[in-house]
């Protein structure tokens, strides 16, 4: 069975620098045609906040441009997010996502996209 643990998040000043952490069990990283990272703020809709494609593609929204880096070591089966100048508005629960699909025509940074979903962790940016 596939899980999705995310780890890292916490409270900090604006401007302050978090590094998200997604740890992969029960189905191989390299397995995995696009992983990512979302955010749902209270009250909205969760959106996408970066994805890396299995040939190193990586996506990133305008909101989170030259802030957010995606990475990954396939090696240690985890997936990371280093968010820097962090802004009071990137407060949100953060999810990490995966799914094995090709899905050539489908937004990449869409919440229908992925089939597996972490429980998410806070990241709070006070100003």
């Known amino acids: 069975q596939v899980q999705l643990v995310e780890s890292g998040g916490g409270s900090v000043q604006a401007g302050g620098s978090l590094r998200l952490s997604c740890a992969a069990f029960?189905?191989?990283?390299?397995?995995?045609?696009?992983m990512g990272w979302f955010r749902q703020a209270a009250g909205k809709e969760r959106e996408g906040v970066a994805v890396?494609?299995?040939?190193?593609?990586?996506i990133y929204p305008d909101s989170v441009k030259g802030r957010f880096t995606i990475s990954k070591d396939v090696a240690k089966q985890t997936l990371y997010l280093q968010m820097n100048s962090l802004k009071p508005e990137d407060t949100a629960m953060y999810y990490c996502?995966?799914?094995?699909?090709?899905?050539?025509?489908?937004?990449?940074?869409?919440?229908?996209?992925?089939?597996?979903w972490g429980q998410g962790t806070q990241v709070t940016v006070s100003s």
């Open positions: 029960g189905y191989s990283y390299m397995n995995y045609y696009i």
């Open positions: 890396i494609f299995s040939d190193g593609r990586i």
């Open positions: 996502a995966a799914d094995w699909r090709v899905l050539p025509n489908t937004q990449p940074l869409g919440v229908p996209r992925f089939s597996y």
